[in-house]
């Protein structure tokens, strides 16, 4: 069995947290992000894990860059043409029960139209995902083990080396049901527009 990831933030608690330092009520931060107040509710309790783009609208709203909200500091401003982002650095996140670590690929300005993440999950680890905006697609490909995939009462699964592409407009689902761990690369696309 692979080893437990450490220093996975909390996410719900740095946004609550967040949340009463900016002095907001649920319902406030609702009409400033755009964020619904039950998915609000549900972020900040654990039982929703927030996409990027649901980060940016947050930390936007906060006034604050993702890294400040997930590492508690400003990030100092470099000028440079190369980025180049240390492993430790990468922002992560983990789904609700921690079965599935998500490393954050995709530069914050690009959240609106398009985000990437490395996904690990543990054996029988799965990530569920509730509807995102309408037209959204997501993108996965398999780098070792196998992945189930569900979206739209349907669902497949990828073995290594294979790519999926479904709606994610709709309660969808990836699920490592091997006994291994298994690691994949995901796009979550947004039509330009919406």
Not at 83 to 106: F, Q, Y
Not at 113 to 126: N, S, V
Request: net charge negative.
């Amino acid at each position: 069995m692979a080893p437990k990831r450490k220093g996975v933030p909390l996410i719900g608690d740095k946004v609550r947290d967040a949340r009463k330092e900016k002095k907001l009520t649920l319902d406030q931060l609702a009409k400033l992000s755009g964020v619904s107040k039950s998915m609000l509710s549900q972020i900040e309790r654990g039982q929703a894990n927030p996409t990027f783009a649901t980060l940016w609208s947050l930390t936007q709203s906060f006034g604050m860059d993702i890294y400040e909200l997930l590492e508690g500091a400003p990030r100092e401003p470099e000028v440079i043409k190369v980025e180049v982002v240390p492993a430790n650095l990468t922002p992560t996140m983990s789904s609700p029960d921690g079965s599935c670590v998500m490393r954050i690929l995709s530069p914050v300005e690009s959240a609106a139209l398009c985000e990437w993440y490395e996904l690990t999950f543990e054996p029988g680890g799965a990530l569920r995902s509730a509807p995102h905006v309408e037209g959204t697609r997501e993108h996965l490909t398999v780098l070792s083990g196998q992945i189930l995939v569900e979206s739209a009462g349907e669902s497949d699964i990828v073995e290594k080396g294979g790519t999926a592409r479904y709606p994610a407009d709709c309660d969808h689902a990836l699920v490592n049901q091997g006994d291994k761990e298994a690691v994949a690369l995901l796009v979550v696309e947004r039509l330009q527009g919406l």
